[in-house]
Nanobody, 124 residues
């Protein structure tokens, strides 16, 4: 059974930072591309960042320079470091796993497994 469990969300003031974690089980983590997405109330789920098994990364424009995705294969865990947070970053953040090959996946349908999400709320 594949499980992805996010943690680390919470309430933070604008300009602050948080580190999200996603513990994965039931898949060969070291061979999986991992991604983070987010969904604000009333909006579609948006791509945030992705990291390949070789740690090649890709970011959404809004995340570049502020967010950092990383992975620890020894812990089967992917991280998303959030920095310089803004109220617009308020959303539920989801991690996802992909077996997609050929390029870094960035679309929802390129990820086969999803966590339940962790809420990030940024106050002004």
């Amino acid at each position: 059974q594949v499980q992805l469990e996010e943690s680390g969300g919470g309430l933070v003031q604008a300009g602050g930072s948080l580190r999200l974690s996603c513990k994965v089980s039931g898949v060969t983590f070291s061979k999986s591309t991992m991604g983070w997405f987010r969904q604000a109330p009333g909006k579609e789920r948006d791509f945030v960042a992705t990291i390949s098994p070789s740690s090649t990364t890709s970011y959404a424009d809004f995340a570049k320079g502020r967010f950092t995705i990383s992975r620890d294969d020894t812990k089967s865990t992917v991280y998303l470091q959030l920095g310089s947070l803004k109220p617009d970053d308020t959303a539920k953040y989801y991690c996802a796993a992909s077996g997609f090959r050929g390029r870094l996946p960035v679309k929802e349908n390129e990820f086969g497994y999803w966590g339940q999400g962790t809420q990030v709320t940024v106050s002004s």
